[in-house]
């Protein structure tokens, strides 16, 4: 089966964050299925993203005309302004569109991925509760922060809990893709992916 994998683009989101998965699930299997196993997309709020450092990026879709998600990425990057003022991620945090559309992909999805601070959208979602997480090394506190239901791992690279996969900051989010192919179509598709990239970290 071809497995739809969905990336939520927002303004100031880390470029590797949303870029190196996307590139991880597209060629996966290629040189060595038949059929093609992933079906990789980009979806926003809206139909114009400006990423971390001014890329600017026109996503797929739309919140309200994609297609069926079986995989659905939340990427990180953002912070605060001097003054105070949240952007990326940490706005998207308290975006009640963003939460309830991801609350409603979580409902259906296969699997939800969170690449570093992807993981407070998923905790401000209220989708952590109970289960492992990790995130940038500098956003553990305010993972923490979210709710006590939520234990909080350090120092890894990511962390499965079945429906719910999370990775630490930036190039974990690699890591954890091929771990994720790993996972659904073997490991010997993930390391020829790896090996075709010459990403010679994973595993």
């Not at 600017?56 to 919140?63: E, G, I, S």
């Not at 922060?145 to 990511?158: C, D, K, L, W």
Request: charged share 20%; with cysteine; glycine share 8%.
């Amino acid at each position: 089966m071809t497995r739809s994998v969905a990336i939520f683009l927002f303004d100031e989101v880390e470029v590797l964050d949303f870029a190196g998965p996307y590139e991880v699930f597209s060629v996966a299997g290629l040189r060595t299925l038949p059929q093609k196993p992933f079906d990789v997309f980009t979806v926003a709020e809206k139909s114009a993203i400006v990423a971390r450092n001014g890329l600017k990026v026109t996503p797929d879709f739309t919140f309200e005309n994609m297609p069926k998600a079986d995989i659905v990425l939340l990427p990180g990057g953002g912070g605060y302004t001097a003054d105070g003022v949240a952007f990326g991620s940490r706005r998207e945090m308290d975006n009640p569109v963003v939460l309830e559309w991801v609350k409603k992909q979580a409902a259906q999805a296969e699997l939800i991925l969170s690449v570093c601070t992807g993981a407070l959208i998923l905790g401000n979602a209220g989708l952590l509760e109970g289960l492992k997480a990790t995130t940038h090394f500098m956003a553990l506190g305010s993972l923490r922060a979210i709710s006590p239901n939520i234990e909080v791992i350090e120092n890894v690279r990511y962390v499965d809990n079945g429906a719910v996969i999370l990775s630490a900051g930036v190039s974990a989010g690699i890591d954890m893709s091929y771990y994720v192919v790993s996972k659904l179509i073997g490991a010997e598709v993930a390391t020829e992916a790896a090996r075709y990239a010459q990403y010679d970290y994973w595993q």
